[in-house]
């Protein structure tokens, strides 16, 4: 029902800014809470930042303060600017569109390709 296709990733040296994009197509957009998550070589995936179908925002600890994310509901996207960029921002990082399905009675949840954010000197 939703397809997600990040975009903006490539290789920025520490201290760096980068600005990823999150296009959403083919359902209601404004009704997802959406995130950011990030994947490291040999690592789980985590969390990076949220902004809720509400417009409420939250983040990592490991990037509060570095990282912003904001939505878009007119365009369906979803953005996540980061700045200060330190090597170990070094990630796979995907977009992740959430909600609650009542009818279904469960939690539903895409993933876009993910997009590479490496930063290295």
């Known amino acids: 029902q939703v397809q997600l296709v990040e975009s903006g990733g490539g290789l920025v040296q520490p201290g760096g800014s980068l600005r990823l994009s999150c296009a959403a197509s083919?359902?209601?957009?404004?009704?997802?809470?959406m995130g950011w998550y990030r994947q490291a070589p040999g690592q789980q995936r985590e969390f990076v930042a949220q902004v809720t179908s509400g417009g409420s925002t939250n983040y990592a600890d490991s990037v509060k303060g570095r990282f912003t994310i904001s939505r878009d509901n007119a365009k369906n996207t979803v953005d996540l600017q980061m700045n200060s960029l330190k090597p170990e921002d070094t990630a796979v990082y995907s977009c992740?569109?959430?909600?609650?399905?009542?009818?279904?009675?469960?939690?539903?949840?895409?993933w876009g390709q993910g997009t590479q954010v490496t930063v290295s000197s």
């Open positions: 992740n569109a959430h909600r609650y399905s009542a009818d279904r009675g469960a939690a539903l949840d895409y």
């Open positions: 083919g359902t209601i957009f404004s009704a997802y809470d």
